[in-house]
């Protein structure tokens, strides 16, 4: 395929994760002018400019941080060291042989060939025609995250009486700051019998300011001809189905929906990038790899996070993996893989496998998130019989993303088990059982 | 002296913009009053856009003729007005004996129409044809002729090349009163009075209370009947080729499963008496039910991929046939009453079949010397850019920055874009006019990035605040407030 210019590394989105691992391509030997990170808004930082409430940062750095503050470190780290970059430029398309083809009002169309490519492409917001939720279709009707950006970026209000659908963090940083700029947030509705956003914003953003948050409820039916005059909200039943009988109107003019995350990864598949069909972003080996040589992923298109502080990391490792890839033109060669398989109420492990290399790892780290709310367990990775880790758990919920490290000791002992797939699962105790 | 129109037309659905189109090329004053604030804000926005092959009307109907002769004309129009088109071709499916006895009444009945290369497949053809249909399936009516295309870009086009060519069109204008002047017709909304030597009714689902504005003893009714439907990532879009039909009963053509031109896989429709003519809402039970039809014909459709649903409402008659005839009352008006489905496909036809029936009630046609047959006064409109090759793309990029500048991800959809169809006549005002134009909005995050973007480009364009950006018609407000 032909290309009209190269690159050691480009970097699809110019977010946290973006960012983070431009930098850290960057301290491991990458020219600033060899890496071009692809942004397609005004300005890098992602989705965090919108997010103007405090709270990030306290893994990273220690303190709360807003959002644009976050974004503005690893922006001004970019900046002074002079690592490329170009805003209002979109990746139209990425092949397996590394061709990433962009438009960009300053460089044109342009194909590109990259030595690296590091996809941080984030992840969209599902939508009331995924949950195919019945009804009028009229004005009012927004993502939460599209509220947020009117409200933060571009200075107005969607609505003043609100119905929020989903308990996800945004919803709920979203109730509050609808509630701060004057609008009444009615109630938050929550199809599941628990929140899927982190504990402190339900005490933060809800409990705070009085809103009522309804478990196990949904929205069955959106009413109102040109603007939404009002919500039908029905309780459900264990299997998430309405109980005829429950419902509810509830006259609004708004309805903000906190519905889940999708990863981005529409340019991963025209690269033939194999996904993982729970997370919905790659499948990756401990080096951020994808199943294509020479492209990787991190962050949010990798899979949904709670904190970015997690994504940085990640995006680290992605960062130091593709510089390393590019240096070396590769990893060492691998006598086999390990899969990483979960159990036990675990529902997905990132990285998914491992690429057995000749020199041990002196750590490794898996992403995971659980299926239910459980009390009193314990998070173990088990490999050719034996626990090599165990990590006890007071509580774990699926709103809340777990992690699991391997020292170098414990990596040693997982390399000289020979074995080809591991498992990650909760040990589930008597006391949970009653 | 205030204007005097030789034709008015009610309605600018397929109908009403395709016979504006094809008035377009004589020496007439024509303009179209429409109620709502854009071209297809009815029926014509919310069918399956299907272009059947001619074999569901009866025989020796209107619906029959113009069927068969639109189905033919509309692959050169299209290509024409720069409408995309696809001759996917269509399959209507029997499940065992009785279904079968069924394709046959429709295979004597469409060869009686006329339709072209009509055949029945046996089930080994009929999957090879289409692999993922169900096993079940025992035969197929096969109509190679049968077609897809976008029925809002189709009426877009049609209006927009009568609007260059002098057509005068007439948003919000909600006829509610017609008089009778001599031979002048005063075609009112509210305090707003339209002069006209002729009209033509073209209102869709209201068009029997717009005949019976002037002749109150106008006999056809319209039932209004609800079809709902689902729309499919653009992912399963190749889940069939042909639009798969299932046999035919009393209720209508039954549910389908179609490609979209867009590339999109369309599930539905359903048939429901609805109280009122304007309720497109959708219900859970009816969204089941296409579900379910929808999983019949083709059991490993998915889904659970659904970016959006949507329900139209058909101007149904109780006689069963296309009405296009003067009213009883005044021999300058013309009745066209339930244009139901066919109407789409039948819409080129029905237009020269109207205006075969206005030359008869008087009209004089003069062809035109200026008439422009293209979609833009410079003639054929430039293709989307997500449409163009790499070659095309960085010339526009180099020569036009805003095309460099994508808004809509999910569509790929430019700045420079949505520029154009604000900038084309009958350009976009509102948010909804803009995703009709460029699809800007309709993938599969459904505007959730690109609607700030959009309100922001449409403020900018047309000097307005971002605030006075609608979703769709007045009332339908976006932002309500600046914040604190």
Redesign the interface.
Known sequence: MEFDTQKQLVIVGGGPAGLAAAMEAFRNGIAPDDILIIE?DRELGGILNQCIHAGFGLHMFGEELTGPEYSGRFIEEVKNAGVGYVT???V?SISDERIV?F???????V?MKAGAVVICTGC??R????L?I???????IY?A??AQ???N????????RVVILGSGDIGLIMARRMT???AKVLRVCELMPYSGGLARNIAQCLDDFDIPLYLSHTV??I?G???VEGVVISKVDENRR?IPGTEEYVEC?TLLLSVGLIPEN?LAKLAGIELDRITGGAVVNQYNETTVKGIFACGNALHVHDLVDFVTREAYTAGRSAAKFIKDGGFEVATGEIICKTSGGVRYTVPQKLIKSVTVPEELKFYMRVDNIYKNVKLELHAGGETLKSVKKRSVAPGEMESLTLGAAECAKLYSLGVNELEITLLHSEEEAK | MEKIYDIAIIGAGVTGAMLAHKLAKYKLDVAVLEAGCDVASGASRANSAIVHAGFDAACGTLKAKLNVRGCAELPVLAKQLDVPYKNNTSLVVAYGEEDEKMLEVLLERGRKNGVPKLEIIDSARLHEMEPSLSPEATAALYAPTAGIICPYDLTMAAAENACINGCEFYFDYKVDKIERDGDILNICAGDKTIRARYAANCAGVHSDEIARLIDPEFPIKLIPRRGEY??LDKAEGKTVSATIFMVPSKAGKGILVSPTVDGNLLVGPNAHEVGFKDD?????M??EEISQGARRLVPSANLRA?????AGVRPTPDTDDFHILPSAAAGNFLNLVGIESPGLASSPAVAEYAIEQLAKMGVTLKVRDDYNPFRTEKGHMRKPFRELS?EE??E???KE??????IC??E?I?EGDILAAIRRPLGAKTVDMVKMRTRAGMG??????C??RV??ILANELGVS??DI???????????????
């Open positions: 397609r209002n430029s979109m139209l083809t438009v960009s009002p300053e460089m044109g169309f194909r969209r917001e939508t009331r025609g995924a195919n019945p009804g009028t279709r009229p004005a009012g993502s995250g599209t950006r009117y409200v970026i571009e200075g107005f209000m969607p609505g003043k701060l700029e004057g069955t039916e009413r001809k040109e603007r309405p003019d529409e | 689902m729309v497109t809402s959708t219900e859970a009816g969204l659904v970016i959006t649903s949507f790499n793309k960085a526009l990029c180099k920055p805003a095309y460099a500048k994508i991800r999910c790929t430019t599969r995050c459904q505007g959730g990035f609607s700030p309100v922001e971002p605030m609608k979703k769709r018609d007045c009332g339908s407000d976006i932002l309500c407030d600046k914040t604190k």
